[in-house]
């Protein structure tokens, strides 16, 4: 995928945060031109054709604000560097705890062309309404392990077979990046106004065993420029959840 498509998604995506205010405005622009989740999202085999996404721990809503972006842009658009139709969402959910998340998002999306809803919420808790792909990205480490575990239960009971479940967390077993990825998450946590966090990690193999134990098979996905020893998880429904 071409550098100038990329530029234009995240002009795109960044832009309906304008009427948030300069703070909300400049970290999606941030966020969207630095995260390399972004542009792997985009690559093909990830995210199905077409699905209705449910994001807990959503944020501001960038997900949404992306994949809008990219539902603009022609499939096999050689001029552009992509050889195959982007992801089209059909529907949005976000989850955040963060209530000025929520309410940044709620701005920047009220104009969205498809259903969107958006719940300040606690995402171990809060109602998971039916979704093709759930994601959950740097936030799971913020619960204690038993919550970690009951959350992915419930949203492999919640999944339908074809359904996907979608993570990024950190490798507990890659030794300094980790320790300085732990470092930069608790330092933005203190920045949004709440105390020095107690984090709950794993390594990338045992976040995989456990999403093998609750009926998932695993694949981790490359995402290149990614540092902080973080790994994106793809986990697909493969038998019953265990109750």
């Given at each position: 995928m ?40 985009l ?23 992306w ?13 552009a560097?992509v050889a ?9 959910h ?21 259903p ?54 950190g ?23 709440g ?45 019953n959840?265990?109750?």
């Amino acid at each position: 995928m071409k550098a100038a498509l990329l530029h234009r998604l995240v002009d795109q995506a960044s832009a309906p945060y304008r009427p948030a205010g300069p703070w909300a405005w400049h970290f999606a622009r941030g966020k969207l031109k630095g995260d390399p989740l972004f542009p792997a999202l985009l690559e093909p085999g990830l995210l199905p054709a077409a699905g209705r996404y449910l994001d807990l721990g959503c944020g501001q809503g960038l997900l949404a604000s992306w994949l809008l972006a990219a539902a603009g842009t022609p499939p096999h658009s050689p001029a552009a560097g992509v050889a195959h139709p982007l992801p089209r969402m059909l529907a949005y959910h976000g989850v955040d705890m963060q209530a000025h998340s929520i309410a940044h998002a709620r701005q920047a999306l009220a104009g969205s062309p498809l259903p969107v809803k958006l719940e300040a919420d606690d995402m171990c808790a809060a109602a998971l309404p039916p979704a093709d792909v759930v994601t959950l990205f740097d936030v799971l480490h913020y619960v204690p392990p038993a919550a970690q575990e009951a959350l992915l239960h419930r949203i492999r009971t919640a999944l339908p077979g074809d359904g996907r479940l979608l993570m990024r967390v950190g490798d507990a077993a890659a030794g300094l990046p980790h320790h300085l990825s732990r470092l930069v998450d608790s330092l933005v946590v203190l920045g949004h106004g709440g105390g020095w966090p107690r984090l709950h990690c794993r390594s990338a193999a045992g976040w995989c065993a456990l999403l093998r134990e609750l009926g998932f098979s695993t694949e981790i996905r490359d995402m290149p420029g990614a540092g902080f020893a973080n790994v994106l998880i793809l986990a697909r429904p493969t038998s019953n959840p265990t109750s």
